[in-house]
């Protein structure tokens, strides 16, 4: 059965997907769009079980933030040329549009969440049938406070966000500790705050480096602490060096402009 080139073009529109894929689902559907719209869904759910071993270390990472409410994600691909398709990219938006309308708590949660009649979830499998390589929306975090910062660093890899209990945080400030977050890649906002697992780690390598050098056992405790809070120094966002002012902590950026970073987030395409 032939087909023209507007209804294509339509379904095009519709699915994303490529012309001749559109062009061979209408011919296979007889013209029915609900039908050629199926065909090039179980075309990515067969793209996708056949690639589901695949690596998709590549990716776009997108955040923003409005009104004291901040969310972050990454879709993954296989290829750096996918990343970079204004199309992959636009879906991405697209995925980002909804978490700050609709603010999920949860990844599975923003997944079922619809753009127009499909799911997000069903959106990345058609996605797949036309780019033929995996795609997985791996990560989605999110912020609340009184205002909040996003900050994607150039080239979607890597995407920050910050909240502050202030609702008039200057927009420099905020994006200072935004990019300190980004740069600096701390642990967690404070001492407070570090997980009790990773400070056991950091105090069983400091007490196994002082036995190594040689340091008297009764004495390796002390050391081992000691060496815990250069690491809270080096590696928790308040107690940090200010990347602007090594002079400063960035608990001092903010206290001298009235400003409390309350929570932050970090996402790269290969999170740990």
Do not use: W
């Amino acid at each position: 059965m032939a087909v023209t080139m507007a209804e294509i073009s339509k379904l095009r529109t519709m699915t994303g997907a490529g012309m001749m894929d559109c062009k061979n689902a209408l011919i296979e559907a007889e013209n029915d769009f609900e039908k050629a719209i199926e065909i090039i869904r179980k075309k990515g759910q067969a793209v996708a079980a056949k690639r589901s071993d695949r690596e998709a270390s590549e990716g776009c990472v997108l955040a923003a933030a409005k009104d004291g409410f901040g969310a972050v994600l990454a879709l993954k691909c296989e290829t750096d040329f996918v990343a970079k398709n204004n199309d992959f990219i636009a879906l991405t938006q697209s995925f980002l549009d909804v978490a700050m309308e609709s603010k999920p708590a949860t990844l599975d949660e923003l997944k079922a969440l619809k753009i127009g009649d499909r799911s997000i979830a069903d959106l990345i499998v058609e996605r797949i049938g036309i780019t033929g390589e995996k795609m997985e929306l791996d990560y989605y975090e999110f912020v609340n406070g009184g205002s909040a910062i996003s900050y994607i660093h150039p080239g979607n890899k890597l995407a920050t966000l910050v909240a502050f209990t202030e609702a008039n945080v200057d927009y420099q400030v905020a994006r200072d500790v935004a990019m300190q977050v980004a740069a600096m890649n701390p642990v967690s906002l404070d001492r407070s705050s570090v997980p009790q697992k990773i400070i056991d780690t950091e105090l069983e390598i400091g007490r196994d480096k002082a036995r190594q050098e040689g340091k008297p056992e009764n004495m390796l405790d002390k050391i081992a602490q000691g060496r815990l809070n250069k690491f809270f120094q080096e590696s928790t966002l308040l107690e940090q060096s200010f990347i602007k002012d090594g002079k400063m902590s960035v608990s001092d950026y903010l206290k001298a402009n009235k400003a409390t970073a309350i929570m932050f987030k970090r996402v790269t395409l290969n999170q740990e």
